[in-house]
């Protein structure tokens, strides 16, 4: 079945350094992707996606590109700011074998430092 | 819009009672998610409606687990004999009929089982 692999976790940073999150996948069919960001005590929200190869989908400073000869969907910014300190998903959604479901990897947490 | 609203935010229960939990989707939204989300975890698909009709379960939906969808507006989540491997955060989402457009969250449930 599909699956999604993130980069083991948590994470620290400086402020201002470079983040790359790592997120490989596994699907039998053709994909979308997305990353989705948890802030301490709110829901999941999505931060970008993209639902084809070699999309990039951005947000906020953060970036990621469907690379799907490497079946992966990094994630990265440039310079992280404290307030990007939370939980970071990577998802995959498949129609033609999960139907509409998200099949999620298991998060890494993100902490930032002043 | 108020956004996917879950209520309790939090329930505590004794083991072999029965809890149900409610989540109210976007409005305009006819697809509502169930996800369980167990610490340090990401997200495990439970089941899924398009309007009124239940069209996917998960493995992960044991007999104890019944969901409901009367009216295609709010669902109910409902556990029967309460195990303490049912500790959890109990995750809704709500999305539009095209199953690339972005999936939004609710801040979950969180289930105790003691």
């Known amino acids: 079945g599909d699956s999604v692999t993130q980069m083991e976790g948590p994470v620290t940073l400086s402020e201002e350094a470079f983040l790359t999150i790592n997120c490989t996948y596994t699907?039998?069919?053709?994909?979308?992707l997305f990353w989705y960001v948890q802030y301490p005590g709110e829901g999941l929200q999505l931060l970008l996606k993209?639902?084809?190869?070699?999309d990039k989908g951005s947000n906020k400073g953060f970036e990621a590109t469907y690379r799907k000869e490497t079946t992966s969907f990094h994630l990265e910014k440039g310079s992280v700011q404290v307030s990007d300190s939370a939980v970071y998903f990577c998802a995959l959604s498949d129609q033609e074998t999960s139907g509409s479901r998200l099949t999620f990897g298991e998060g890494t947490q993100l902490t930032v430092n002043p | 819009d108020t956004g996917v609203s879950q209520d309790p935010r939090h329930k505590i229960t004794k083991r072999g009672q029965n809890v149900t939990f409610r989540c109210d989707p976007i409005s305009e939204h006819n697809r509502l998610y169930w996800y369980r989300q167990t610490l340090g975890q990401g997200p495990e698909f439970l089941t899924y409606?398009?309007?009124?009709?239940?069209?996917?379960k998960s493995r992960l939906l044991s007999d104890r687990f019944s969901a409901e969808r009367p009216k295609g507006s709010f669902s109910t989540l409902e556990i029967q004999r309460t195990e303490q491997g049912d500790s959890a955060m109990y995750l809704c989402a709500s999305s539009t009929r095209d199953w690339e457009d972005e999936a939004f969250f609710g801040q979950g449930t969180r289930l105790t089982v003691v």
């Open positions: 409606f398009q309007n009124e009709a239940q069209l996917e």
């Open positions: 993209a639902t084809k190869a070699d």
């Open positions: 699907a039998t069919g053709y994909p979308s």
